[in-house]
């Protein structure tokens, strides 16, 4: 096959605004894009595309490109792909690769306690159009037995099974638990409806939260709208609260920052001029929402909310004592130091974000949705770092312990990506075959 010729053009740009690889490859990460992405990118990114070995980069980074320059791809040389056969499925990776010791964060012991085999996942697009059907339906619910104890038992289920990192599972079993709830809002009085409001607003909550991990922003902010209103409904305070993180986190996935910051700093408040004698709920959800303030803090760089908003957010922590399940939060001290990493790798600082990873007592985490989360912002920030080969194992870690979190989400399948773009040559068949295990194409 003969060698791709080199991509001039981008070569010529660089050079003529007397850039250095190194500093075009910061740029790319500093962008709208690759802030936005969380874009990895460094010399050996920019080489091969000047070189020519990347004829046609993912849109992220074409996006990233553009802004840049305000050039287009093809106008830089790049040719689009056509799309051909697709590869042959690969063959199951060796159990010894699988066993490789994980280095360079909080212990081998430690992952080993957390780390166990699980079955690949079928995926969760099958579900996902029923589940958008039910979500704007607004037609009037049948009558029909309404039995608020099997509905509070399949809400319960829906978010064990979200935070046990089971998407498809409940993605399956959310459409009919959205009709009977909605059916149970409707036709219930009194007490009993303000009990159906309220697993409404818990069941639409996990919606767009699944939603949310798919990258399908509408349908999400029409489920956290949802939750939100049920909240309102149920009038319990609690509820508001709880509901008033899903629809921040809606908000930032929008790109709106600033209104995400206000919208949690408001709630939180509220919740704080009510508290007296705080229970763990309380406690919970209180700081669940400073959380969420301070990484849509981060997304607009506002390095003194964040400061505050965390420290907030510690002290809610050191009252609760210990890292617990309230509210369906999963809050705690190792909680707000999960988010502190989150915040650091969202600020382009790997080293700090690497510390702080380091000082997470990942067993005391209380659902693997959280673990998941921690592994794939620990990865990111190695691969920041230049460390592809801990970034590979810990991304490896992560599906072990919440196989759909890397397997069913674009965001995990860009980090694979990502890493396999940028390995040296000794990770880089490793992470190939790893990359092809998942069907992802550099």
């Known amino acids: 096959m003969a060698e791709a010729a080199p991509n001039a053009q981008l070569r010529a740009w660089r050079e003529s605004k007397n850039l ?15 802030i936005r992405h969380k874009l990895a990118c460094d010399e050996e990114r920019i080489r091969r595309w000047e070189a020519g070995e990347v004829r046609w980069p993912r849109e992220p980074y074409r996006q990233a490109i553009a802004e840049i320059t305000h050039l287009n791809p093809e106008d830089l040389g790049f040719i689009p792909n056509r799309r051909g056969p697709q590869p042959a499925a690969p063959q199951p990776m060796d159990n010894e690769v699988r066993r490789r010791e994980f280095v360079g964060l909080t212990g081998a012991a430690l992952f080993t306690a957390v780390i166990g085999a699980s079955d690949e996942p079928p995926g969760i697009s099958n579900h996902l159009e ?35 990192c089971r998407y498809t599972q409940v993605t399956a079993a959310l459409p009919k638990l959205l009709r009977s709830l909605r059916a149970a809002c409707t036709q219930l009085t009194g007490d009993e409806q303000l009990r159906a409001h309220t697993l409404s607003a818990e069941a639409h909550h996990v919606a767009a939260s699944i939603l949310l991990k798919q990258e399908d922003k509408g349908l999400a902010w029409l489920a956290a709208d949802r939750s939100v209103q049920a909240a309102y409904a149920s009038q319990s305070t609690l509820m508001i609260g709880s509901s008033s993180r899903i629809i921040t986190h809606a908000l930032m996935d929008g790109g709106h920052h600033r209104a995400a910051t206000d919208t949690t700093r408001a709630a939180a408040v509220r919740m704080d001029a009510a508290m007296r004698n705080p229970t763990p709920d309380e406690l919970s ?3 669940s929402l400073l959380l969420r303030g301070a990484i849509a803090a981060a997304h607009s760089g506002e390095r003194h909310n964040i400061a505050e908003l965390l420290d907030e957010a510690t002290d809610a922590g050191d009252r609760l004592g210990h890292d617990g399940n309230h509210m369906w939060t999963a809050f705690g001290p190792n909680n707000v130091l999960c988010h502190r990493v989150n915040i650091a790798l969202r600020l382009g600082d790997a080293g ?4 702080y990873a380091r000082q997470v007592e990942i067993d005391k985490l209380p659902i693997n949705e959280r673990k998941a989360t921690l592994l794939l912002d620990t990865s990111s920030a190695f691969l920041m770092y230049g460390k592809h080969q801990q970034a590979l194992d810990i991304l490896r870690a992560a599906e072990q312990i919440a196989p759909e979190e890397v397997t069913g989400r674009a965001a995990a399948h860009r980090l694979v990506s990502d890493i396999l773009a940028t390995a040296p040559i000794s990770v880089r068949r490793e992470a190939r075959e790893y990359a092809e295990s998942l069907g992802v194409r550099a």
Not at 20 to 34: H, N
Not at 352 to 355: G, L, N
Request: charged share 15%; net charge neutral.
């Open 20 to 34: 250095t690889r190194a500093e075009l490859a910061k740029m790319v990460i500093l962008s709208k894009s690759g």
């Open 130 to 164: 029923t589940l958008a059907t039910v979500l704007v339906d607004y037609s009037t619910p049948m009558n029909g037995p309404i039995d608020l104890t099997t509905l509070s038992a399949a809400v319960v289920a829906a978010k064990q099974n979200y935070q046990a």
């Open 285 to 287: 959800i209180y700081g």
């Open 352 to 355: 700090t974000a690497i510390d």
